[in-house]
């Protein structure tokens, strides 16, 4: 057998997190790009937010939302994405 394919592949935890991070600084920066994953309002409107939770938040704060879980979701039965828009929204709902 090959002991290559035996190996269990390494993986740079740094990196990873380095990568993400600069992932996600891109969708701030130009969240009109294009990505592998839902972003801005189409990624809201995909988690259930509703129309009137995001009056009065900055265009620029929701084109560039990127969800990625929350510690909120047994909090409310409302989104499930933990971000600034999050707090805010749950903010103004619980």
């Known amino acids: 057998m090959n002991d290559s394919l035996s ?12 990568a993400i991070q600069e992932e996600y600084a891109a969708v701030a920066r130009d969240p009109g790009r294009g990505y592998h ?3 801005g309002r189409p990624l809201v409107s995909l988690l259930g937010y509703q129309d009137d939770w995001l009056e009065g938040l900055p265009e620029g704060s929701i ?7 929350t510690p909120f979701a047994s909090a409310t039965s409302g989104p499930v994405s933990g971000s600034s828009i999050s707090a805010v929204v749950l903010a103004w709902i619980v």
């Open 7 to 18: 190996t269990e592949p390494s993986l740079d935890l740094g990196r990873l997190r380095q």
């Open 37 to 39: 994953f839902h972003t």
């Open 63 to 69: 084109a560039s939302f990127a969800g990625t879980g």
